[in-house]
């Protein structure tokens, strides 16, 4: 079921990487419904039939699929870049119950099936699948949906076990929420019960109520996958402090903790708060989503992209978590992957857009080489003047020189090799980072040595590859930019 599938969708997907009209979609929709055995010539896949209402009206659904001339169920056709509104879902559920059809199908920019449950007010959405290889929703849906295999009676029942597997897990989350909200009550009622059958017979119920008045219980959600370690990945440079006898390279091993869990690295701690926020949001869209954790907050990459879109650009090398297992689905259907993409420059950036939804974050010190990474605050100067830019992709580090505005790219600094057009420095640029830099496999630059730029939009432009106001550009740890500290007193 799982190649059926497979076959079944990849037109589908592909005509949604190119964005095909109505039209074309719902001619393909047919032909693939043929690979389901349903025979257009026998009548089985009927293109907006005209059926009669009452004395003078009709109806007319996109598709009608029949079998031995006795309706079987409804398609609803929309674009594959359409976004799903409630619009769509009353006129499908108004086609099936016209019909006196127990399912209908939205295929759109997903496919998605409904079911007119026994006296429910409205159609019940019971599965939704998004258009892409491999799913295994969609191995189920070819199954239930195949001629072969397709009956009424078996999709009613299919139905019904879904729904009652979604009120499961609804009610599970439920019991999960209430004790992440009322942790400290329930563990300590539940402690009390045990800890007097265990130690009754030596302690009385208020020693044992009193010993667990001075902890502190909390619950928080730990079925996150567990990230894959990278050992060629390095930790995250946090600062490079060379002088004129040293160039030594301190890294940051901050933990980063979510409502009082575990401490974590940049990366995990990123994707763990993203996926956590989507267990929370089942509602949320991918716009949603996106305007929760905007792509400002990352830099270049964004913090969250779309599978469609990281397949078209087939990046290089290991930008965002887009293993299967890590891999997130919002509301509407869409697989999308989070960035991988952290450091120091834009770590604080997305720490404070976390706060500011509402989360708690812990930060551990720093354990990296004695040094000790304190949060700075807001409007105060950084005390190495180390700033970060990630603009097209670059990973940049420098240090800004408040005598002269100089700016000086650090050794190790990714640039592409790549320019834009419009760039009238090219020629010169490429050349002078070509001479001190080495290639990567990815389209980059390695820098070798440190260099200095006579102003921070020059280096930025540098660090880019095409114009850049560096003010703006260039930020520090916290998120701040040279505009902000230097040019706001």
């Known amino acids: ?21 109505e039209d074309i979609y719902h001619s393909l929709i047919e032909t693939q419904m043929q690979l389901l055995g349903w025979a257009k010539w026998k009548g089985e896949i009927c293109h907006k039939p005209n059926i009669p209402i009452g004395n003078s009206k009709f109806i007319q659904p996109d598709i009608l699929i029949k079998r031995d001339n006795e309706d079987q169920f409804v398609i609803e056709v929309k674009r594959p870049v359409h976004t799903q509104t409630e619009r769509e879902q009353v006129q499908l559920e ?36 998004p258009l892409e290889i491999d799913n295994k929703l969609g191995a189920k849906f070819v199954e239930k949906f195949s001629k072969e295999t397709f009956t009424k009676d078996g999709i009613v029942e299919f139905c019904e076990a879904r729904i009652e597997e979604m009120n499961r897990q609804a009610n599970l989350n439920k019991i999960k929420e209430g004790l992440i909200a009322n942790a400290q009550v329930q563990i300590t009622e539940s402690l009390t019960s045990y800890l007097m059958e265990k130690y009754g017979s030596t302690f009385s119920e208020a020693d044992i109520k009193g010993m667990l008045s001075l902890l502190h219980f909390s619950a928080s959600l730990t079925d996150a996958p567990a990230l894959p370690v990278h050992k060629d990945t390095p930790p995250d440079p946090i600062q490079t402090l060379p002088t004129n006898d040293t160039k030594k390279r301190v890294y940051d091993h901050t933990g980063y903790s979510l409502e009082g869990g575990e401490f974590m690295g940049k990366n995990k701690f990123v994707y763990t708060v993203v996926s956590t926020y989507v267990r929370q949001h089942p509602e949320a869209t991918f716009t949603d989503i996106e305007r929760a954790f905007p792509p400002e907050l990352q830099g270049s990459f964004g913090v969250v ?48 857009a976390v706060r500011q939804l509402g989360y708690h974050v812990e930060t551990s010190p720093s354990t990296a080489s004695g040094a000790e990474v304190a949060d700075k605050d807001e409007g105060k100067k950084p005390e190495t003047n180390l700033f970060h830019i990630f603009v097209r992709n670059s990973n940049a580090h420098a240090v800004f020189n408040e005598a002269d505005h100089s700016m000086r790219i650090l050794k190790g600094s990714l640039l592409p090799q790549s320019t834009v057009p419009s760039y009238r420095d090219s020629e010169k640029r490429n050349a002078v980072i070509a001479a001190m830099s080495k290639a990567t496999n990815d389209g980059f630059w390695e820098l070798q040595h440190d260099y200095t730029l006579k102003s921070p939009s020059t280096a930025a432009s540098y660090c880019a590859g095409r114009s850049c106001n560096g003010w703006d550009e260039w930020v520090n740890d916290a998120g701040q930019s040279l505009d902000e500290l230097y040019r706001s007193e």
Do not use: C
Not at 10 to 16: G, Q, R
Not at 111 to 116: A, L, M, W
Not at 309 to 325: A, D
């Open 1 to 21: 079921m799982q190649e059926m599938w497979n076959r079944f969708v990849y037109d589908l997907s592909e005509a949604k990487k190119r964005d095909v009209d």
């Open 305 to 352: 992209q779309t599978m469609d879109y990281i397949k078209e650009r087939n990046f290089k090398g290991r930008r965002y978590f887009k293993e299967p297992e890590f891999v997130l689905k919002s509301s509407d259907g869409i697989s999308f992957a989070v960035s991988t993409e952290w450091g120091k420059g834009n770590i604080g950036r997305f720490l404070k």
């Open 94 to 129: 108004s086609y099936m119950r016209q019909l006196k059809l127990d399912v209908g199908i939205y295929i759109g920019e997903h496919i998605e099936v409904f079911y007119d449950k026994p006296k429910s007010k409205d159609a019940v959405s019971v599965l939704l699948i």
